[in-house]
């Protein structure tokens, strides 16, 4: 099945310390996406690539980092100089289009990560 | 920028009846797009519907409709006929087109929709 993977669904990590969390898809789309969900509030856009090797900060850059070596897989890595790191990750992926086409995104199930 | 405003922390509804979710947009672009997402407990995001700013009628998919009224910017989400799995988070979410050309979604705060038998 065509799909966007994040693994693992569940993660805990030590102050001071950086993780990777993992997002795989196989719907051929050039465009992934990282999202934070906290308690209360929407999505919040972290950064974005638009094709292999494209990184883009979103609205809540700092203290993360990404990497696009390849089409299918987008990981970000949450550095220690996240301040508050503690929240829900959705990965997301769509097709390019053109600026005002209609691009849904697709999700992933997410990565809860907790900083102990 | 562009802003999603959903005003309503929490619904309650019986099955089988109707509830309308709400959502206010602010824009300055007159091309954009108006989606609908489902979030059950399980944390992935469902998409349930679309709506194009120039889209002549009101989208619909199945249970779901959209009350789209562009002179109040508002697309509220109509669900008919709840069902028990229908309980979940539901956002509203605007399609912006940044500075580099690419699109970008900016969600609202989300409805806790609750169905019960």
């Known amino acids: 099945d065509g799909g966007i993977t994040q693994s693992p669904k569940y993660l805990f990590r030590k102050e001071g310390q950086n993780v990777t969390l993992s997002c795989e898809q196989n719907l051929n789309h050039d465009a992934m996406y990282w999202y934070r969900q906290d308690p209360g509030q929407g999505l919040r856009l972290i950064y974005y690539s638009q094709i292999v090797n494209d990184l883009q900060k979103g609205d809540i850059a700092e203290g993360y980092s990404v990497s696009r070596e390849k089409k299918e897989s987008f990981p970000l890595t949450v550095t220690s100089a996240q301040k508050n790191p503690t929240a829900f990750y959705l990965c997301?992926?769509?097709?390019?289009?053109?600026?005002?086409?209609?691009?849904?995104?697709?999700f992933g199930p997410g990565t809860r990560l907790t900083v102990l | 920028a562009q802003k999603i405003t959903q005003t309503q922390p929490g619904m309650f509804v019986q099955e089988k009846e109707a509830v309308t979710l709400d959502c206010t947009y602010d824009t300055s672009d007159p091309s954009y797009g108006l989606f609908w997402y489902k979030q059950p407990s399980s944390g992935e995001m469902i998409f349930l519907i679309y709506?194009?700013?120039?889209?002549?009628q009101n989208a619909t998919e199945g249970r779901y409709s959209l009350n789209f009224q562009k002179a109040r910017k508002s697309a509220n989400l109509v669900i008919s006929a709840s069902q028990l799995g229908d309980s979940a988070m539901y956002f509203c979410?605007?399609?912006?087109?940044?500075?580099?050309?690419?699109?970008?979604?900016?969600f609202g705060t989300g409805t806790r929709l609750l169905v019960s038998p």
């Open positions: 997301a992926s769509s097709i390019v289009g053109t600026s005002y086409s209609y691009n849904e995104q697709f």
């Open positions: 979410a605007m399609r912006e087109v940044m500075n580099t050309g690419f699109q970008k979604l900016v």
């Open positions: 709506q194009g700013s120039y889209d002549q």
